[in-house]
Nanobody, 126 residues
Framework: EVQLVESGGGLVQAGGSLRLACEASGFTIDGYAIGWFRQAPGKEREGVSCVNNYDNNTYYADSVRGRFTISSDNAKNTVYLQMNSLKLEDTAVYYC???????????????????WGQGTQVTVSS
């Protein structure tokens, strides 16, 4: 059974940092794409970042590029999202997602992803 368990969310002041973790089970991440989506209250869900672990390509939303970094630890079967210089508008529930294959032009479409975690809340305060 595929499971994605997020952790690392919390409350942080603007300008601070958090590192989210997505621990995968039921499959090995090195053959799949793993990504992060987020949804803020009253807003549509949006793709934040993803990594294709079979070719090591990474993708980022324009809103987070240069501030967030996605990485994989195959030994731990875990994908991380390092979030620096956090802004108020980064407040959202962050979801880990898995798919067999995504491309640079499709990764931000939520229907491309097959499995979703339960989410972890990130709140950025002023």
């Amino acid at each position: 059974e595929v499971q994605l368990v997020e952790s690392g969310g919390g409350l942080v002041q603007a300008g601070g940092s958090l590192r989210l973790a997505c621990e995968a089970s039921g499959f090995t991440i090195d053959g799949y794409a793993i990504g992060w989506f987020r949804q803020a209250p009253g807003k549509e869900r949006e793709g934040v970042s993803c990594v294709n672990n079979y070719d090591n390509n990474t993708y980022y939303a324009d809103s987070v590029r240069g501030r967030f970094t996605i990485s994989s630890d195959n030994a731990k079967n875990t994908v991380y999202l390092q979030m620096n210089s956090l802004k108020l508008e980064d407040t959202a529930v962050y979801y880990c997602v898995q798919a067999y294959h995504v491309t640079g032009s499709s990764w931000y479409d939520d229907y491309e992803w097959d499995y979703w975690g339960q989410g972890t809340q990130v709140t950025v305060s002023s």
